[in-house]
């Protein structure tokens, strides 16, 4: 689990599915919540044919708000990570922003923890965002909070292409 205020929590993310892809894994990465296809780490690893990137979401929740449709969305997108848990041939799963729907109650957290514990022995599984509910972080076998030191967003700096996306 990789939550917390600061920046960074997809990007280590990321890291590890090319640590994953240097030793022969197949990837999965399910991004929930964002709504957007134009990352630069999106097009990169679309690129590699042992990567099935899925963009899950419609946008971040204070974008769309309309609480039935971001529900259900979440619940569909759910769905589309349940089969990759359910698949040996994935050895990392990859649940971007996957603490949103559980915080915000569009995803029944103890399903979302029986299916992780269901996954494949041997499969890895990553969860991103802020706010991780502690019965997800009580059930990882690593946790890691980022905090912010200093960010440049606070000094007016815009997201940038190949650095924030």
């Known amino acids: 689990v990789l939550t917390g205020n600061g920046k960074g929590k997809s990007s280590s993310a990321f890291g590890m599915v090319a640590r994953a892809l240097g030793h ?3 990837v999965g990465v399910c991004q ?11 097009a990169f690893f679309r690129r590699h044919s042992d990567v099935d990137w899925r963009v899950l979401g419609e946008g971040f929740t204070w974008e769309t708000q ?3 449709r971001d529900t259900c969305v979440a619940r569909e997108g759910w769905e589309t990570a349940r089969a990759m848990l359910a698949d040996p041939s994935y050895g990392l799963v990859v649940l971007d922003e996957l603490t949103y729907p559980l915080k915000y109650g569009y995803l029944d957290t103890a399903t979302v923890l029986e299916d992780i514990a269901a996954r494949p022995s041997l499969q890895h599984v990553v969860v991103t965002g802020r706010g991780a509910p502690q019965s997800l972080i009580d059930a990882a076998d690593t946790v890691t909070e980022m905090r912010d030191v200093k960010h440049a967003f606070a000094a007016g700096v815009r997201a940038q292409p190949g650095i924030d996306l």
């Open 66 to 68: 309309n609480l039935e």
């Open 24 to 26: 022969g894994m197949r």
């Open 32 to 42: 929930f919540i964002k709504g957007r296809s134009d990352t630069g780490e999106e």
